[in-house]
């Protein structure tokens, strides 16, 4: 089946430093993929979304690139800053022939806490 | 901006009791979620739904769930027989389309079984 791998957290950034999280999913098909964003007390939010192959996805700042040859959707950002402390989530949605909607396969997510 | 709601913010329970949780999803939505987060843990799927039907559904979604969408706005997730193990948080969503749309998620309900 399918299933979304994240690095471990939590991470500790400076501010102003650069940011990576590592993603990487297996699926049958060809996935759609997404970076959503949990703020302290609050729901998901999406980030950024990358629909097929090289695609980019980018969002304040945040940017991630659809690579099929590696499996991988990894989120970097170049200068964080003491907002960005959320716990990031890295999903994929597989194609699906016939409609219905499609479920979202998340990874554990990773905390990330940036300090001054 | 139009935005999934869900109600209540908070509920607690006892086992084995029923308990309903209320979403109104984004209004030229066709495509319905329901999500749970146990603490600490990933985000689950538990169901999707379209056309007044469940089109997906996880094994977690077993005999004692079940949603409705009772009329044009609301979208709920009923609970027959609470168990400890499904305090967790419960997030809705609902998106436009399917794969490549985004899924809009709402705030959740958090639900404690004591």
């Known amino acids: 089946g399918d299933s979304v791998t994240q690095m471990e957290g939590p991470v500790t950034l400076s501010e102003e430093a650069f940011l990576t999280i590592n993603c990487t999913y297996t699926?049958?098909?060809?996935?759609?993929l997404f970076w959503y964003v949990q703020y302290p007390g609050e729901g998901l939010q999406l980030l950024l979304k990358?629909?097929?192959?090289?695609d980019k996805g980018s969002n304040k700042g945040f940017e991630a690139t659809y690579r099929k040859e590696t499996t991988s959707f990894h989120l970097e950002k170049g200068s964080v800053q003491v907002s960005d402390s959320a716990v990031y989530f890295c999903?994929?949605?597989?194609?699906?022939?016939?409609?219905?909607?499609?479920?979202?396969?998340f990874g554990t997510g990773t905390q990330l806490k940036v300090e001054l | 901006e139009p935005e999934v709601t869900q109600t209540p913010s908070h509920q607690v329970t006892q086992m084995g009791q029923e308990v309903i949780l209320r979403c109104v999803p984004i209004?030229?939505?066709?495509?319905f979620y329901w999500y749970r987060q146990i603490l600490g843990q990933k985000v689950e799927f538990l169901v999707s739904?379209?056309?007044?039907?469940?089109?997906?559904k996880s094994e977690i979604f077993d005999d004692q769930f079940s949603v409705e969408r009772p009329d044009g706005s609301n979208f709920t997730l009923k609970i027959r027989s609470t168990k400890l193990e499904d305090s967790a948080m419960y997030f809705c969503?609902?998106?436009?389309?399917?794969?490549?749309?985004?899924?809009?998620f709402g705030p959740g309900t958090r639900l404690t079984v004591l």
């Open positions: 739904f379209y056309n007044n039907e469940i089109s997906e």
């Open positions: 969503a609902s998106s436009e389309g399917t794969y490549t749309d985004t899924q809009y």
């Open positions: 209004s030229n939505h066709l495509y």
């Open positions: 990358a629909t097929k192959a090289d």
């Open positions: 999903a994929l949605s597989d194609r699906q022939v016939t409609g219905g909607g499609n479920k979202l396969t």
């Open positions: 699926a049958t098909g060809y996935p759609s």
